[in-house]
């Protein structure tokens, strides 16, 4: 068994979990924080048998999507701000091995 730990933008959560569930995936959603833009994002952590974590993996990433955000920096030394472009997404996948699964 595995555990996909997948980080999705907010605005593609809720395709990527109608998607996994008509599909039996279990999961479970975490409201999480990147670190770099400190804006919101989803994390699930969805429980799956060995030979399904591919058929997991498509779902997302048919389901999420990248998208070009503009972010400021700032140059200290002209105390002038430029704005940069940074594409974030789609979704950040982690597949972790289970040593043991229990529902008690
Ligand atoms: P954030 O940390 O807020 O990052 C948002 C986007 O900012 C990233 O998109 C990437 O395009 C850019 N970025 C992040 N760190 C950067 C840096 N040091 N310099 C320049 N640009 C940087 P994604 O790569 O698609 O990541 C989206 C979100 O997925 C991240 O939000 C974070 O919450 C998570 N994530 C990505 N990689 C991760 C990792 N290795 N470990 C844990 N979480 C990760």
């Known amino acids: 068994m595995k555990l996909?730990?997948?980080?999705?933008?907010?605005r593609d959560c809720n395709n990527v979990i109608n998607d996994l569930t008509e599909h039996d995936?279990?999961?479970t959603q975490l409201s999480t924080t990147g670190g770099f833009l400190r804006a919101g994002n989803k994390t699930l952590l969805i429980g799956v048998e060995d030979e399904r974590v591919d058929a997991a993996i498509e779902i997302i990433r048919k389901r999420s999507h990248?998208?070009?955000?503009?972010?400021a920096t700032t140059d200290a030394h002209v105390a002038v701000s430029?704005?940069?472009?940074?594409?974030?997404?789609?979704?950040t996948v982690f597949v972790l091995d289970v040593d043991q699964f229990e529902k008690l």
């Open 4 to 10: 996909i730990v997948a980080i999705v933008n907010s």
């Open 25 to 27: 995936f279990h999961i």
């Open 66 to 71: 990248q998208r070009k955000q503009l972010i």
């Open 82 to 91: 430029h704005p940069m472009e940074i594409i974030v997404g789609g979704a």
